[in-house]
Structures are given as C-alpha cells and as structure tokens.
C-alpha cells in the first residue's frame, strides 16, 4: 500500500498487547505512516482503563488494535466490555496463527472490522487494514449523520404537512358552515318570495277569467304581462332553489320500472303551456321498441332532466319551430335527444354551458332567461343514473342537440 508521506491522520489509536516488542514495532510503524495520535496498553485491564478514561475526556479513540491472549484481561472480555460502553468504535484483533477460529468467531459477534496475525509478515499489513477500517467507519458516521439530518428533515416536513392539514381542515369546515347557512338563507328566502308570488300568479289567473268584456283586451293583455313576469320569477326561484339543493341529488336512487312513451308523455305535458306561448311543436319519436319500452329508473329525476332540456331547447328556438325528443336503444343504455333549430351553440362551449350560471350568448354576464342553472342540475341528475351528458351543435344559429345517456335498468 502506497501512503502519501505529507498526509497526516488525525484519528487516535490504542494498541493493546502484552508483548512490548509487538507494541512498540506496530506504533512506530503508524506514527512513520504519519499516524502520530497512538498510544499503548500492555493487557486488557491497562486497556479498558485508557478506553474509559478518553470517553471521560470526551475524546474517544478510533480505532483499537486489541491481542486476544493477555492477563488479568483477554481479548474477548475486553471487546465484550467495551461493546457496552461504545457499538460503533472500530476494532482491529490481532491474532497468532493458533487462534485464527477464536477470531472468526469473534468478527461478526462483536462487530470485529478485521484480525491481523503476528509477527507482520509486512507493514503494508497493518497499514492498508487499518486505513480501510477507519475509512469504512467514517463512511458509516457520514452516512449517520446524514440520515439523522434526513429524519430531522422530514420530521419538520411532516409537522408542516401537519400544520397545513390542520389549516384546511378548519378552513373546509368554516366553508362547509358558510355555505350551509348561504343555503339556509337561500331556502328561506326562496320560500318567502314563493309564497306571495303564488298569490299573484293564483289571483291573476282568477281575474283573467272574471274581467268583464270592456276594455277586455287592454285588461287582459296587463295581466298576461303580470302573469309572464310572475312565472318567469318563479323559475328563476325554483332554479336557485333546486341548485342550493344540488349536493342532496347525491341520495340514492328511487327507481322503479317506467313505460317510456308514457313518462316522455308526461314530460311533453309539463311544458306544453312554455311551447304554446311560442307556438312551438314538440315531437315524441321512441325508436327501436324493445322490452316494450320499459326501463328501471327514478322517474321523478328523470322529468326534472327533461324540464330542464325542454324549456332551454323552448327559450332558445323561434315561434313556430319544432322540437323533437329521440328516444333510442344504445346497447344496454337509453339514450335521449332532445333537438331543436334555435340560436345554436360555439363548438367552444359545449362544456362550457354545464357550468353553474353560464349563459351561452355572453359567457357569465349574458341577458337571457333563467339564470343558467339548467343544464348544470340536468348533468348532476344524469351523474346519479350513472350516465353521462354532452351536446351536439353545429355552430350558432344551426340549433342544438342535448343528448344524454343512462343504463336502461338502474
């Protein structure tokens, strides 16, 4: 082993043996090796004293360099107790060739870096072991010293993940409690504007009926305005109302077996007096009959999607146009259309319009009816059938086409 002459070792050694030849012949070839911190022992006892004195010093040894055969303390009784004061200290055993069984036995026992036997058939010997045990074992302290950094790290990481976790959690209940009394405020305040709008809707009707044939027209005409104005504010009430309710479209199904040509029926029905103010017709085509048009679904969210679809495809379409509701087989799914020729949607925003209080003409701030909740609750309830909703538009003024689709038996 080549050393360079100018590096010097700071680490500090202690041999122990109980022949002075063997002591005196190893510490001078260290200290020629620039190993100059050595000191000796002359048995084990003389030994673990200097051992237990440097720890007292708080300047531990590196390295021992321990003969197994010696009085008053051998070898073995020397590793064992220094093994309970120190389990990283690096030990290098020197052994005759007679108790080279003895030394195997004690390298993994006691965590032995190497044997060395004597006499030294060369210096490079003693040299090379010695070096690569302290090499190993500052490698092994680096490696500690890192990890403990490492575990330092992560611990404060993990107490910030913590923090922040903590943090959202409070910040999600504070906005889970907001949002509940903003639905709170919403439901009373849909049911307080209900109840008078009610009123107004229920006596307009009853004095178009009742007004006496002078001024007839002018009357009725003033109260056709009020009862527009009063249906329109209902709608937009009961849009409100339905999307504070959205998050409890998430309960469970209520389903049973439908007649589809009756439930689209009644669909057609529950908005016949929107299609006969603009003089539109609505179409009812149940394509490719099978199981006698029956499927399992909950029928009562099933209208809601069609209201919703119909009354947007009416707002959208001009007087006298025509509206058609497809109803077809799609594997084991019905798939519904509902089409119409009015104004038509921008490719861009096929998606755009499922989202809450977007208007088609001018994004967010448009003037159209309704206050672009529909297709937003119509998307959820499709969701809850474990469906899936889109649209099909040519572009605008080539009119649209919503389309769901659900599993036939839910």
């Known amino acids: 082993m080549q050393e360079n002459i100018n590096s010097k070792y700071e680490e500090s050694i202690l041999i122990i043996d109980d022949q002075e030849d063997i002591r005196l012949m190893w510490q001078k070839i260290l200290k020629k090796n620039n190993y100059n911190n050595t000191n000796l022992a002359c048995d084990g006892k003389e030994g673990f004293d200097k051992f237990q004195q440097s720890l007292l010093n708080s300047k531990p040894y590196d390295l021992l360099l321990v003969d197994l055969k010696m009085p008053r303390m051998n070898g073995e009784e020397f590793i ?37 036997y004597k006499p030294l058939k060369h210096p490079g010997e003693l040299l090379f072991s010695v070096r690569n045990a302290l090499e190993k074992s500052q490698l092994k302290k680096s490696l500690k010293k890192h990890n403990i950094i490492l575990e330092s790290k992560v611990y404060e990481r993990n107490v910030e993940l913590i923090k922040k976790n903590k943090e959202l959690l409070i910040a999600k209940e504070a906005a889970q409690k907001a949002n509940e009394a903003k639905n709170t405020f919403l439901r009373c305040l849909s049911h307080e504007l209900n109840t008078p709008l009610n009123a107004i809707i229920g006596f307009t009707d009853i004095l178009i009926n009742i007004v006496d044939n002078e001024q007839k027209d002018e009357i009725i ?11 329109h504010l209902h709608t937009l009430i009961s849009e409100i109302l339905d999307f504070v309710n959205i998050d409890h479209f998430d309960v469970d199904l209520f389903v049973n077996s439908c007649n589809l040509q009756k439930l689209f029926t009644k669909c057609m029905n529950l908005v016949k007096d929107l299609a006969l103010r603009k003089k539109i017709n609505i179409v009812l085509n149940i394509v490719n009959n099978t199981d006698n048009d029956i499927a399992v679904l909950d029928e009562n969210k099933i209208k809601k999607i069609m209201i919703n679809l119909l009354t947007n495809a009416i707002i959208f379409s001009n007087e006298e146009d025509d509206i058609s509701i497809n109803v077809f087989k799609n594997n084991d799914n019905i798939e519904v259309k509902v089409c119409d020729n009015g104004t038509g949607i921008e490719e861009k925003n096929n998606q755009n319009v499922f989202i809450p209080f977007f208007q088609v003409n001018s994004g967010l701030t448009n003037k ?5 909740l529909g297709l937003t609750i119509a998307k959820r309830l499709v969701e809850n059938h474990y469906g899936k909703i889109w649209v099909e538009s040519d572009g605008l003024y080539k009119g649209t086409n919503i389309c769901f689709m659900i599993p036939q038996h839910n």
Do not use: C, W
């Open 80 to 116: 064992r107790n220094v093994r309970e004061h120190d389990e990283n200290i690096v030990i290098i055993i020197i052994t005759g060739h007679g108790e080279v069984a003895d030394a195997y036995e004690l390298l993994d026992k006691y965590q032995i870096s190497d044997f060395l």
């Open 221 to 231: 005409s003033n109260l056709e305005t009020i009862m527009n104005n009063a249906r």
């Open 368 to 372: 159209s009816p309704g206050v672009g």
